[in-house]
């Protein structure tokens, strides 16, 4: 089916057959033209050779007659040569002068006068729409005079034309017989071939369907194609196997090494807890403590305890790996626990978050943990080139039916040299032993898994701001 917009294309089975049949009609045109002309030529060469005989014989007779000044015996000459439909006319010249004619009357001077002293080429004499061929034939050597004899040459421009029929004709049968010859033999060609675009169409690597496969059939050559084709399928579904279970083992390794990363700030924010729960236990000893007091110091150790089993939670969910499940979650939901599960690590060094709520009530389709994943990258790598005590800001926009939620920070940027590969997967601008540089690799496969898009933007004055664009879920959209 065609698409809208677009001139239909002709199929390659019409391509073909209409190429061949072009080039059969071309050679058999060509074939055509060279053979009528060479027969016409044969044709006029036979009608010349023709009248040199019958005026050679005719000169032969007349020798003797000529040379005893017999005009009578002359005339039955010439008579007898014109009594052929071919002979148009006969004539005996001697010294410039006719001595004996066919014509009834005077022969035409300008006949006469056509051929030049010592010519013997025939030449084409017209006469109104009749063409005569003139040949001359000299008589003793051309010593006592010449024999000059017309053909009429309708008889072979008739004989040419019926060749030329017979041959158009006969090109008419081969071209009619090309050009079907043509189509089928195209069609055969290409019907293989669009079997074989058919299935490519049909092919997913990512489903779970089969694979689809072509029965190899036509010339050696294509049912190779064919086979070669099926096994390149297989080929493609288990590479795009092996692409997907590599890019997952990237994920759960960029996770790992964000876990690490978070590892140092999370024992800051249980210790603090350990701590209370420490010194509450110490009270707690005392047999002399008041009942009003414990129960104060048994609610302080319940609260230490949900805290750490807060952090402790947080950590576990975001190790733990899933199958990604889209659901409308709110933006707002992802950037805090992004910054909560943060916070620790960022308050070593003394880096305040502020979440920017620039979309209220910003509702996108999403798996929570994975955008959590990619949010988390972001913030580490703005973390990273952002000094002590500065600030990271977390803004949630909006660009048509997609959300965004971007990470901005005020550090130096990424040099423009570099920009075209910080999505490559190992590259890092970090000293070695720094960064995997798989962060920002991974982003980018969460986000193309969302079908959504990771931008960069460099403002002016310096820093960078990566945000996550997402499909809005249902709400959104329809509010949009």
């Excluded at 089975?13 to 060509?30: E, I, P, Q, S, T």
């Excluded at 800051?268 to 007091?293: I, Q, S, T, W, Y």
């Excluded at 990273?384 to 901005?408: K, M």
Aim: glycine content about 10%.
């Amino acid at each position: 089916m065609n698409t809208p917009g677009r001139r239909p294309r002709l199929r390659l089975w019409v391509k073909l057959a209409v190429l061949a049949a072009a080039g059969v009609v071309a050679m058999h045109a060509v074939h055509l033209a060279i053979g009528n002309r060479l027969a016409r030529r044969a044709l006029a060469t036979e009608q010349a050779v023709l009248g040199r005989t019958i005026a050679r014989l005719v000169a032969r007779q007349a020798a003797d007659p000529l040379l005893v000044n017999d005009p009578v015996t002359l005339h039955e000459l010439v008579s007898s040569a014109t009594e052929d439909d071919d002979v148009a006319y006969c004539f005996i010249v001697r010294d410039g002068r006719v001595v004996s004619s066919s014509f009834e009357g005077a022969t035409p001077p300008g006949l006469v006068a056509l051929r030049a002293k010592g010519d013997p080429a025939p030449i084409i004499v017209r006469s109104g729409d009749v063409r005569i061929l003139d040949v001359i034939e000299p008589i003793l050597g051309g010593g006592v005079g010449d024999v000059r004899l017309g053909l009429d040459m309708r008889s072979t421009a008739s004989m040419s034309r019926e060749l030329a029929i017979e041959l158009g004709l006969l090109a008419v049968a081969v071209i009619l017989g090309g050009v079907v010859a043509a189509f089928f033999t195209g069609r055969s060609i290409a019907r293989p071939i669009d079997g074989i675009l058919a299935a490519a169409d049909r092919f997913d690597p990512s489903a779970d369907a089969p694979v689809p496969e072509v029965s190899p059939r036509g010339s050696r050559e294509i049912a190779v194609l064919g086979e070669r084709f099926n096994k390149m399928m297989h080929r493609l579904r288990t590479a795009h196997a092996e692409q997907a279970r590599a890019r997952q083992k990237n994920v759960e390794t960029d996770r790992l090494v964000a876990l690490g990363s978070l590892v140092a700030g999370v024992a800051h924010e249980v210790n603090n807890p350990l701590a209370g729960l420490k010194n509450c236990v110490r009270r707690l000893e005392r047999e002399d403590l008041p009942d009003g007091k414990r129960r104060e110091y048994l609610a302080l150790m319940e609260e230490g305890l949900v805290r750490i089993e807060e952090v402790v939670r947080q950590l576990l969910d975001f190790g733990r790996p899933h199958p990604p499940r889209l659901e409308p979650v709110e933006i707002a939901r992802i950037t805090g626990e992004a910054a909560a599960l943060l916070r620790p690590l960022l308050d070593g060094r003394r880096i305040a978050t502020r979440l920017l709520d620039g979309v209220p009530d910003a509702t996108a389709l999403a798996d929570r943990r994975l955008v959590e994943q990619a949010i988390v990258n972001l913030v580490l790598n703005a973390a990273y080139v952002t000094e002590d005590g500065g600030e990271i800001r977390l803004r949630v926009r909006r660009r048509g039916a997609e959300l965004g939620i971007a990470v901005e920070d005020d550090g130096p940027g990424i040099p423009a040299e570099v920009r075209d590969r910080i999505l490559d997967p190992f590259f890092s601008t970090k000293p070695e032993g720094e960064g995997t540089g798989l962060g920002l690799s991974v982003t980018r496969t969460i986000v193309d898994a969302h079908g959504g898009e990771l931008t960069f933007e460099f403002p002016p004055g310096g820093g960078t701001v990566a945000t996550v664009w997402l499909r809005a879920a249902a709400p959104a959209r329809a509010s949009a």
